[in-house]
């Protein structure tokens, strides 16, 4: 909001503010600092008095020094080690629908491999007519296409099976982001190796120590799957896969191979460990479901949060992503009381087949204590479940694909917490 220049009302709405955030002592919080007398109006600030850095200080920018909590983050007792890491996307800080490189979430398997594009080859093989190798330059030479989706783990939200566990939106659900892939149609690739009429599965695996690889159906490999190398307009970052990615639009993250080295044609599953001892989910009745490769429709709001807490009472804007993996997201609707009531959240932005929607619901907050969910509806008409209906089909045994609906408690305090309605 934008403060009155008049300084008496400033100072007045100043108080407003701090009795507003009074008991306010949230970690993690950003802004609500005093500021500087010397640099508001009618003076003249600091930065309008002095030359500022010229160019050649930042040959490839960062973000503003003021902006350095806006980070991603790891939770130490849940990966620990570069066997198996994972750092989060800071939902709570962003906004609109590209997340922006530097914040992506990560999850390595043995760590960032790192590949010197001179020595990057990708090799397709086994039941192809012609085997090939493609070098990076060979990549680049291809028709080309830029598509914006969603990346999310197929273990985002996997530590609130049992109830509310990790108190951040960042935590809860920051193993998704949102960027735009420029690369070639897998498709195109296997057309130029030629497919033998008994091709019905690839594996595709990655050049980090890992090898970390999976099976895809041929159907899905032809469809819509790109090799891509670059993410929002530069190159892939390292631990993205650079140079080179599988990407596998609606599907869990586990399967869009990074560092990727090789594509194999077969005529059945490979049934590597990450198909089988993982990302497959235990049920309540013992058996386990394998090749749950869709991402099931979610959202969260992403602020208010536990790590965006509200500062002051009055006017405020609910902001949070929504996303599904079998298309567009067709609606996205809020609730203040737990899901006793509904109403349809505003959409802005571009709203893309299987990539995060950014949906707003404004509201004057008098101060009582509220429960905050969001449940996302896309066009197939699925919608987004709680989390006691999808215990019910589910039980508590699982780790991956936990799309239930996420409840924020907003304390009169204005500090919100990770909790679950019954
Ligand atoms: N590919 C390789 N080669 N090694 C890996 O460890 N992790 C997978 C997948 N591809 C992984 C990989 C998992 S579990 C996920 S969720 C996504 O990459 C994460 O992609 P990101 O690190 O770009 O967010
Ligand atoms: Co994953």
Redesign the pocket.
């Known amino acids: 909001m934008i403060e009155p220049t008049d300084p008496e009302k400033k100072r007045s709405s100043r108080r407003r503010f701090l009795a507003g955030a009074a008991g306010l002592a949230v970690a993690g919080a950003t802004g609500a600092a005093r500021a500087d007398e010397k640099n508001l109006p009618p003076n003249v600030a600091g930065w309008s008095k002095q030359l500022g850095e010229g160019v050649a200080s930042h040959p490839y920018g960062a973000p503003s020094k003021f902006e350095k909590d806006v980070v991603r983050r790891d939770v130490q007792w849940l990966t620990a080690s570069r066997e198996s890491s994972?750092s989060f996307?800071p939902l709570h800080e962003l906004d609109g629908i590209i997340t922006p490189n530097g914040l992506?979430?990560?999850?390595?398997?043995?760590g960032i491999?790192e590949i010197d594009p001179n020595d990057y080859r990708l090799m397709i093989h086994g039941l192809v007519d012609k085997p090939l190798t493609f070098t990076l330059e060979d990549l680049k030479r291809l028709p080309r296409v830029n598509r914006i989706y969603f990346?999310?783990?197929?273990?985002?939200s996997g530590m609130e099976w049992r109830g509310a566990q990790l108190n951040g939106c960042q935590y809860t659900h920051g193993?998704v982001?949102c960027v735009q892939y420029t690369g070639v149609p897998l498709k195109l690739l296997l057309e130029q190796a030629g497919l033998k009429p008994n091709a019905t599965w690839l594996m595709a695996?990655?050049?980090?120590a890992?090898?970390?690889?999976?099976s895809i159906p041929m159907a899905k490999a032809l469809d819509d799957c790109l090799v891509a190398y670059r993410m929002n307009g530069e190159m892939?970052?390292p631990?993205?896969?650079y140079p080179v990615?599988?990407v596998v639009p609606g599907w869990?993250?586990?399967?869009?191979?990074?560092?990727?080295r090789r594509i194999k044609l077969g005529d059945q599953p490979w049934y590597t460990r990450?198909e089988t001892a993982k990302?497959t989910d235990l049920l309540e009745n013992g058996k386990a479901r394998k090749f749950t490769f869709e991402m099931d429709a979610k959202s969260v709001i992403t602020s208010p949060s536990p790590q965006a807490p509200l500062k002051r009472k009055g006017f405020t804007v609910i902001s949070g992503l929504a996303w599904s993996g079998r298309g567009k997201i067709k609606r996205v609707d809020v609730s203040l009381d737990g899901g006793r009531n509904w109403r349809t959240a505003r959409i802005d932005g571009p709203v893309f087949d299987r990539a995060c929607v950014r949906f707003y619901a404004e509201f004057d907050w008098n101060g009582a204590e509220l429960l905050l969910q969001s449940r996302a509806i896309d066009e197939t008409g699925y919608v987004q479940p709680s989390k006691a209906e999808l215990r019910k089909i589910r039980g508590v045994n699982s780790i991956y694909h936990n799309n239930g609906i996420q409840t924020w408690a907003l304390r009169a305090s204005g500090e919100v917490e990770n909790v679950e309605v019954g």
């Open positions: 994972v996307t992506c979430f990560e999850r390595h398997h043995s491999a990346l999310e783990c197929a273990a985002n193993m982001h695996e990655g050049g980090d890992a090898a970390m690889n999976r892939l970052r631990e993205q896969g990615r599988l869990e993250g586990n399967v869009w191979v990074k560092w990727l990450e990302y």
